[in-house]
């Protein structure tokens, strides 16, 4: 069973920048797809970004395409989640989660398709 340490949360500016860190362990890192999801208050946990390492591929939200970076490091068993410009409706409690990878990259989207998750991290941006 893989688990899940998040790590980097915290308080910045509206056009600031912050990195997630999600270390893994228990598992073979490079044979999992990572998402990143997160949650506001009073609002559905949404997703944000994923990476499947065997297709090479990432995909992102329409909302943070241009502002955040998923990227990965095996070596260290570690996704991280750059965020950058950041803007107060990116306040929320941040996930990172694992899965198996999909032939249908739409199932990542969904937080339905992850069987393992972090604790949790929060990011707040002030206005």
């Known amino acids: 069973q893989v688990q899940l340490v998040e790590s980097g949360g915290g308080l910045v500016q509206a056009g600031g920048s912050l990195r997630l860190s999600c270390a893994a362990s228990g598992g073979t890192f490079s044979s999992y797809a990572m998402g990143w999801f997160r949650q506001a208050p009073g609002k559905e946990r949404e997703f944000v970004a994923a990476?499947?390492?065997?297709?090479?591929?990432?995909y992102y939200a329409d909302s943070t395409k241009d502002r955040f970076t998923i990227s990965g490091d095996n070596a260290k068993n570690t996704v991280y989640l750059q965020m950058n410009s950041q803007k107060p409706e990116d306040t929320a409690v941040y996930y990172c989660?694992?899965?198996?990878?999909?032939?249908?990259?739409?199932?990542?989207?969904?937080?339905?398709?992850?069987?393992?998750w972090g604790q949790g991290n929060q990011v707040t941006v002030s206005s």
């Open positions: 990476v499947s390492w065997s297709g090479g591929r990432t």
């Open positions: 989660a694992a899965t198996v990878d999909y032939t249908s990259f739409t199932r990542y989207f969904t937080d339905e398709s992850y069987s393992c």
